[in-house]
């Protein structure tokens, strides 16, 4: 079946410092890969997603993720976060031609001063 | 475009009423997806449409949840009789296709008592 594992579910990091959220996932199948976030009391807000072509994508604040085929992850990685940053991750994917999101359970940023 | 719509943000109800949860797609956009979001069980999936015909209903939990599509602008979430484990963040959620990135409304926060 297929699977997303987010390893860590809070990461706690001081403002500026770098920041790695891990993915991974299970899948005999291509993917379609998806990072999400959600800030407090709001829905989820798609932040990046690897589909074909480049294994390195970015979004616009500065988050990038880089799909490894051969390790099946899906790492979220900011060199210098915010207090902005801070909120919860949502690693999802999409199996093959089916089209509904498998989540991981997310990952609680919490960036301090 | 105002995005994904949902009526009403917060309910509270005792346990045995009837609850109707409302969305409303971005226009033009062919695929619905209904999830439930508890600290306990994270995303899980609940129902997606396609064109407004049901496609996967297999996360939906019992019998006592039942979902409709009437029309591409609309669809509604129906919980009866509710009980207080079915107290969650319920969000919708739209895409172009059933594989494109998925937009997601600001969720209802329903309270069974």
């Known amino acids: 079946a297929q699977s997303v594992t987010q390893l860590d579910s809070q990461v706690p990091v001081f403002e500026e410092a770098p920041v790695e959220l891990r993915c991974n996932y299970s899948?005999?199948?291509?993917?379609?890969l998806f990072w999400y976030v959600q800030y407090p009391n709001q829905g989820l807000q798609l932040l990046l997603k690897y589909l074909s072509g480049s294994t390195l994508v970015e979004s616009i604040n500065g988050f990038e993720a880089e799909f490894n085929k051969s390790q099946t992850s899906f790492h979220l990685r900011k060199p210098s976060v915010h207090i902005s940053d801070t909120a919860e991750y949502f690693c999802?994917?999409?199996?093959?031609?089916?089209?509904?999101?498998?989540f991981g359970k997310g990952t609680k940023l919490s960036v301090k001063p | 475009d105002a995005g994904v719509i949902q009526s009403p943000r917060h309910e509270v109800t005792e346990m045995g009423q009837e609850v109707t949860l409302r969305c409303k797609p971005i226009s033009g956009h062919n695929s619905l997806f209904w999830y439930r979001q508890t600290m306990m069980r994270g995303l899980e999936l609940l129902i997606y449409f396609n064109n407004n015909v049901p496609i996967d209903d297999s996360g939906m939990p019992e019998d006592r949840f039942s979902a409709k599509m009437p029309n591409a602008s609309f669809s509604t979430l129906k919980i009866q009789p509710s009980e207080p484990r079915d107290s969650a963040v319920y969000f919708c959620a739209s895409s172009l296709d059933s594989l494109d990135t998925q937009y997601f409304g600001p969720g209802t926060r329903l309270t069974v008592l």
């Open positions: 899948s005999s199948v291509s993917v379609y």
């Open positions: 999802a994917v999409i199996k093959g031609s089916q089209g509904n999101l498998i």
